[in-house]
C-alpha cells in the first residue's frame, strides 16, 4: 500500500538503530556499540524532534497564531529545525546564533527563509555574559525578555527551559529505542546540550529498566574558553553540566538522570568520527564522535562484555565540512 506524506512534520523521528559490526570487530570489541542515526530526521538532527514539539506545544497552548515570528537562540541544529517547521506551517523564523558555528549552518537556515542574527551583534547578549562570565542560560533569558518587550505577535522558543523539549524524547526517543532493541539495552550513552535528549530518553528507558546505565557527555577542559585559549576547537552544542553552577544548568537537564559522565576533548570526538566513517560508512557530527568515542571506551571495559551499548548520534557530518573534523581524512 502507498503512502505520500503532505508535510516534513510527519517524517520526524522513528530513526533507526545500527550496529557497528565493523568498528567492533576492527577495535576487537567484545560488546555490542548500537547507534541511533538522528540525522535520518528530514533535517538530518536531533533537533527536529523538539523543534516539531515546541512549536505544535504553543499552538495549542494559544501561544503560537498565524502572523507570528519564531524566535530562538541555539548553535544551529535547533535553528535549522526550528526554520524548515516555520516554513511548512507558515511562520517567519529568527535565531540569534551563535559565532563560532560552522558557515553550513547560516546558509541551511537562510535557505529555509529564516533571519539569522550572530549572537555577539546583540547588546543584551554581550552585557550579560560579560557581568555573568559566560552563563549562556542567564543571557538567553536577557535576550527573551528584551526582544518580548519591544515586538509583538512573537513566541520565543527557549530551548533551555521548555518542558517539551524532554518531554518529546521521553514520548518518542526513549520508546524507539526500547521497541527496536525489544528493550535489551544495557548503556545509553548521549551528550549534553540542553540536556532534552538524555533527561527524556533516560527517564522512559530507566521506567523500563531501572537497573540500564546512563552515561553523559561534557566538554573537556581544553575545548572550552579559557583565558590561555579564548577560541578552541569545540564539540557543537555539546555543554558542560558538571562542576558549574546550578543556575547556568538548563531546566530541561534532569542531573538525576545519569550514573557516570565522560569528558571528551574536540581532537578525541574527531578522530572518532572519522574512524567509524571509515569503517561503517556512517557520517557523523562532532558531538556523535564524542558518543563513539565513550561508546568505545565502554565497550573495551571487562565488566561490559556481551552488553549492548546504545549511543544517539546527534546529527550529519555534512554541517561540519567547512571545519576541521575532516581536515585530515
Known amino acids: 500500500m502507498g503512502k505520500i506524506n503532505k508535510s516534513i512534520t510527519e517524517l520526524v523521528g522513528n530513526t533507526p538503530l545500527l550496529e557497528l559490526v565493523n568498528f567492533e570487530r576492527q577495535n576487537g570489541l567484545e560488546a555490542e556499540i548500537v547507534v541511533k542515526l538522528e540525522y535520518f530526521n528530514p533535517n538530518q538532527s536531533v533537533k527536529d524532534r523538539i523543534a516539531l514539539a515546541m512549536v505544535e506545544d504553543a499552538e495549542k497552548k494559544g501561544l503560537l497564531k498565524p502572523g507570528y515570528t519564531i524566535v530562538e537562540t541555539t548553535s544551529g541544529n535547533t535553528g535549522i529545525g526550528l ?93 524507539e529505542i526500547w521497541e527496536d532493541t525489544n ?36 566538554p573537556g577542559p581544553g575545548s572550552l574558553p579559557s583565558e590561555a585559549n579564548p577560541t578552541p576547537p569545540d564539540i557543537t552544542g555539546v555543554h558542560s553540566f558538571s562542576g558549574i553552577p546550578e543556575e547556568r544548568i538548563p531546566s530541561t537537564m534532569d542531573l538525576s538522570i545519569y550514573d557516570e559522565f565522560y569528558e571528551v576533548e574536540t581532537p578525541q570526538a574527531y578522530e572518532a568520527a572519522r574512524e567509524v566513517a571509515k569503517s561503517d560508512g556512517i557520517l557523523i557530527g562532532t558531538s556523535s564522535g564524542a558518543a563513539i568515542y565513550v561508546a568505545k571506551d565502554l565497550a573495551k571495559k571487562p565488566q561490559n562484555k556481551g552488553k549492548r551499548i546504545v549511543a544517539i548520534l546527534a546529527d550529519t557530518g555534512l554541517r561540519y565540512l567547512s571545519t576541521g573534523l575532516f581536515e585530515e581524512v
Open 83 to 175: 526554520a524548515a517547521i516555520a516554513a511548512a506551517k507558515g511562520y517567519k523564523f529568527r535565531v540569534y546564533i551563535q559565532d563560532n558555528v560552522s558557515i553550513e549552518r547560516f546558509k541551511v537556515i537562510k535557505a529555509f527563509g529564516g533571519e539569522t542574527i550572530k549572537l555577539s551583534a546583540e547588546p543584551a547578549v554581550a552585557k550579560v555574559l560579560a557581568e555573568t562570565g559566560g552563563d549562556f542560560v542567564a543571557a538567553i533569558k536577557a535576550l527573551e525578555k528584551e526582544v518580548l518587550s519591544k515586538e509583538k505577535d512573537i513566541f520565543f522558543v527557549n530551548q533551555v527551559a521548555n518542558p517539551a523539549n524532554p518531554t518529546v524524547h521521553k514520548a518518542t526517543t526513549g520508546p
Open 183 to 218: 528493550g535489551k539495552i544495557d548503556i545509553l550513552v548521549a551528550t549534553v546540550g540542553t540536556g532534552g535528549t538524555i533527561s527524556g530518553a533516560g527517564a522512559y528507558l530507566k521506567s523500563k529498566n531501572p537497573n540500564l546505565k546512563i552515561v553523559a557527555i561534557q
